[in-house]
């Protein structure tokens, strides 16, 4: 292993203690020990698609980590007292259908990779860590009827360098982080209707109305989450309160569903509107995106009018937000609706979105079902700047890799990272674990390939169809991209939508966290058409022979005495005897 260099340091401080201390206005709604702040970001993307991403923010001025909380007012009881049980200190968990186009719609408001992934945070006080993690798993496992219970040794990672703590934390000692993901994972309506339950207000107020599985599943990205973390009270950061956030992201192409028309609104694409806010909500707002898409730098027109304008930078970009508090008055006042609506001006509005600075593509290579190679291409689009990326890869133990085969390509020489970590796997017990830092020049591709060996499983490790394949999961990218446009310090609580989760350390620089797509390799797989022919051959073979000997054992043989006949016979041998016929 490499000692890490300054930038490693630099980089493992994005996702660090500073994330999850609030700014001076986070205080707001802590009062009556308990706040609730729920938030609809509207985004237009290209070729017509439409990007929805809710937020439903539980604030609660307790310490659940003592274990000595009895009464819950908006805080879920489920979770918390798994919190208290388990000795977490964060969780995030992940139920995700499709995969984000980063490339065509730009960086997701929150990642997540396809399947489900969960990452806990344990206290340094649990003993066992391996056990409260398999119990924590389980647990989630039934609370949003998910099948979190696969998840075992042989697909949990403990990283290094990437998933720092978001909140407050008082050491990072990797030993109490275990990672895990399901890439084949189906995310469907049982996973919706708990995830919906654990809300204030339900489904029945608010902006949760708006989540009528019917129409969140008829899209082409679907994205749930829950993010469970200590934070700062106040300013001066002398208590503790918990933050739990429940995240929705959902994309609709609205352009075929349409009639090929690009508008779109509430109704259109959730089948509902909003009546009202969440009465335990302090604050219920939606934002609009409408920023200019053309080259005039005209402003979308959207209706009915919004309560006000905000501008900020996020990821990078400059956006304006139109913005509509539910909790104004005079919003309801000429409607008992609100149906937001957006038109485009012209067809030329809608141009194609700028490439992102950082996006990567996985994909597999090779012949045959022995060996094989792992390739990832790292993009770094930025005119000028260079920076560093954390590149975590989780393989499996069926597929063997080849350590010594690891290159790293960049503008056809090679580039050394400054930080390796590797954790070979042990068959049937672990997988795989690959962390590094790479630096990317400006303006250039990374290509980084890595060998492998196809194992040959037992027959009874193949899963029900193995013809399809087995699934690789995804690699991470961890990075503080460089900004093209100075971003000023704002409060974040005044921010829209996940600005509060991932700050801006200072004004040059966002963090982001990338996933690649999924990977499907096929193994050797035996004919299992054999197996079930000869169990049908000899299961005959069986019953026949074994039949016919016990049968023959077990049956008793009578002799039975011809009887003469009757009146009814003796007539019929006389008339078949004139006829000619042999008598019966």
Same mark, same amino acid.
């Given at each position: 292993?490499?000692?890490?260099?300054?930038?490693?340091?630099?980089?493992?401080?994005?996702?660090?203690?500073?994330? =999850?201390?609030?700014?001076?206005?986070?205080?707001?709604?802590?009062?009556?020990?308990?706040?609730?702040?729920?938030?609809?970001?509207?985004?237009?993307?290209?070729?017509?698609?439409?990007?929805?991403?809710?937020?439903?923010?539980?604030?609660?001025?307790?310490?659940?980590?003592?274990?000595?909380?009895?009464?819950?007012?908006?805080?879920?009881?489920?979770?918390?007292?798994?919190?208290?049980?388990?000795?977490?200190?964060?969780?995030?968990?992940?139920?995700?259908?499709?995969?984000?186009?980063?490339?065509?719609? =730009?960086?997701?408001?929150?990642?997540?990779?396809?399947?489900?992934?969960?990452?806990?945070?344990?206290?340094?006080?649990?003993?066992?860590?391996?056990?409260?993690?398999?119990?924590?798993?389980?647990?989630?496992?039934?609370?949003?009827?998910?099948?979190?219970?696969?998840?075992?040794?042989?697909?949990?990672?403990?990283?290094?360098?990437?998933?720092?703590?978001?909140?407050?934390?008082?050491?990072?000692?990797?030993?109490?982080?275990?990672?895990?993901?399901?890439?084949?994972?189906?995310?469907?309506?049982?996973?919706?209707?708990?995830?919906?339950?654990?809300?204030?207000?339900?489904?029945?107020?608010?902006?949760?109305?708006?989540?009528?599985?019917?129409?969140?599943?008829?899209?082409?990205?679907?994205?749930?989450?829950?993010?469970?973390?200590?934070?700062?009270?106040?300013?001066?950061?002398?208590?503790?309160?918990?933050?739990?956030?429940?995240?929705?992201?959902?994309?609709?192409?609205?352009?075929?569903?349409?009639?090929?028309?690009?508008?779109?609104?509430?109704?259109?694409?959730?089948?509902?509107?909003?009546?009202?806010?969440?009465?335990?909500?302090?604050?219920?707002?939606?934002?609009?995106?409408?920023?200019?898409?053309?080259? +005039?730098? +005209?402003?979308?027109?959207?209706?009915?009018?919004?309560?006000?304008?905000?501008?900020?930078?996020?990821?990078?970009?400059?956006?304006?937000?139109?913005?509509?508090?539910?909790?104004?008055?005079?919003?309801?006042?000429?409607?008992?609706?609100?149906?937001?609506?957006?038109?485009?001006?012209?067809?030329?509005?809608?141009?194609?979105?700028?490439?992102?600075?950082?996006?990567?593509?996985?994909?597999?290579?090779?012949?045959?079902?022995?060996?094989?190679?792992?390739?990832?291409?790292?993009?770094?689009?930025?005119?000028?700047?260079?920076?560093?990326?954390?590149?975590?890869?989780?393989?499996?133990?069926?597929?063997?890799?080849?350590?010594?085969?690891?290159?790293?390509?960049?503008?056809?020489?090679?580039?050394?990272?400054?930080?390796?970590?590797?954790?070979?796997?042990?068959?049937?017990?672990?997988?795989?674990?690959?962390?590094?830092?790479?630096?990317?020049?400006?303006?250039?591709?990374?290509?980084?390939?890595?060998?492998? +060996?196809?194992?040959?499983?037992?027959?009874?490790?193949?899963?029900?169809?193995?013809?399809?394949?087995?699934?690789?999961?995804?690699?991470?990218?961890?990075?503080?991209?460089?900004?093209?446009?100075?971003?000023?310090?704002?409060?974040?609580?005044?921010?829209?939508?996940?600005?509060?989760?991932?700050?801006?350390?200072?004004?040059?620089?966002?963090?982001?966290?990338?996933?690649?797509?999924?990977?499907?390799?096929?193994?050797?797989?035996?004919?299992?058409?054999?197996?079930?022919?000869?169990?049908?051959?000899?299961?005959?073979?069986?019953?026949?022979?074994?039949?016919?000997?016990?049968?023959?054992?077990?049956?008793?043989?009578?002799? +039975?005495?011809?009887?003469?006949? =009757?009146?009814?016979?003796?007539?019929?041998?006389?008339?078949?005897?004139?006829?000619?016929?042999?008598?019966?």
């Amino acid at each position: 292993m490499m000692a890490a260099g300054p930038l490693l340091l630099l980089l493992l401080g994005a996702a660090g203690p500073g994330l =999850g201390a609030p700014g001076p206005g986070s205080g707001s709604g802590s009062g009556s020990g308990a706040a609730l702040r729920e938030e609809l970001l509207l985004r237009p993307l290209p070729a017509g698609d439409v990007a929805a991403a809710f937020q439903f923010r539980t604030r609660w001025d307790a310490d659940l980590r003592r274990g000595a909380v009895s009464h819950y007012r908006l805080f879920p009881k489920a979770l918390g007292q798994l919190v208290a049980a388990q000795g977490v200190r964060e969780l995030h968990l992940a139920l995700t259908q499709g995969f984000w186009r980063t490339q065509s719609w =730009g960086q997701p408001p929150l990642g997540a990779p396809a399947g489900a992934e969960l990452w806990v945070w344990f206290q340094d006080s649990v003993p066992d860590v391996d056990k409260a993690w398999q119990e924590l798993s389980n647990v989630l496992s039934g609370i949003f009827c998910a099948s979190l219970n696969f998840i075992d040794s042989t697909n949990t990672v403990t990283p290094t360098a990437s998933f720092k703590p978001l909140g407050l934390a008082n050491g990072t000692d990797h030993r109490l982080l275990r990672y895990a993901v399901l890439p084949r994972e189906v995310v469907c309506t049982e996973n919706l209707t708990p995830w919906k339950k654990l809300l204030p207000c339900g489904s029945k107020a608010g902006l949760a109305v708006l989540l009528k599985a019917e129409r969140l599943f008829h899209s082409s990205y679907h994205s749930q989450a829950v993010h469970i973390r200590p934070i700062c009270r106040d300013a001066s950061c002398l208590a503790v309160s918990w933050e739990l956030r429940q995240t929705l992201t959902v994309v609709f192409d609205s352009f075929t569903s349409g009639q090929g028309k690009k508008d779109w609104s509430l109704f259109k694409m959730f089948s509902r509107t909003l009546t009202d806010a969440c009465p335990l909500a302090s604050e219920s707002k939606v934002y609009v995106d409408i920023s200019p898409k053309n080259k +005039e730098k +005209e402003l979308l027109e959207v209706t009915p009018t919004p309560t006000s304008v905000h501008e900020a930078v996020v990821q990078g970009d400059k956006r304006t937000y139109a913005v509509y508090d539910l909790l104004s008055p005079s919003l309801f006042n000429s409607s008992r609706s609100l149906n937001v609506q957006l038109k485009w001006k012209r067809p030329q509005d809608s141009q194609e979105l700028s490439t992102p600075v950082l996006h990567a593509q996985r994909y597999v290579s090779g012949y045959g079902l022995q060996t094989g190679e792992i390739s990832t291409l790292i993009h770094n689009t930025h005119p000028y700047r260079a920076f560093p990326v954390i590149l975590l890869e989780t393989v499996p133990w069926y597929l063997r890799l080849y350590v010594h085969t690891l290159t790293i390509i960049t503008k056809g020489k090679e580039n050394k990272p400054s930080y390796i970590h590797y954790q070979p796997a042990q068959d049937r017990k672990r997988p795989h674990l690959l962390e590094m830092l790479i630096q990317l020049p400006a303006n250039s591709v990374t290509k980084v390939t890595i060998q492998f +060996e196809r194992a040959l499983l037992k027959w009874t490790e193949y899963t029900p169809d193995p013809n399809h394949g087995f699934y690789v999961s995804p690699s991470v990218l961890s990075a503080l991209v460089p900004s093209v446009i100075a971003m000023k310090d704002v409060d974040v609580e005044e921010s829209p939508l996940f600005a509060s989760l991932f700050p801006s350390s200072d004004g040059s620089s966002y963090f982001v966290r990338l996933y690649t797509e999924p990977l499907l390799v096929n193994l050797p797989t035996p004919d299992f058409s054999m197996p079930y022919n000869v169990i049908c051959l000899t299961c005959t073979v069986v019953a026949v022979c074994y039949g016919s000997f016990y049968n023959l054992l077990t049956r008793t043989f009578h002799v +039975e005495e011809p009887s003469r006949g =009757g009146l009814a016979k003796r007539l019929a041998n006389v008339i078949r005897k004139l006829r000619g016929v042999p008598p019966l």
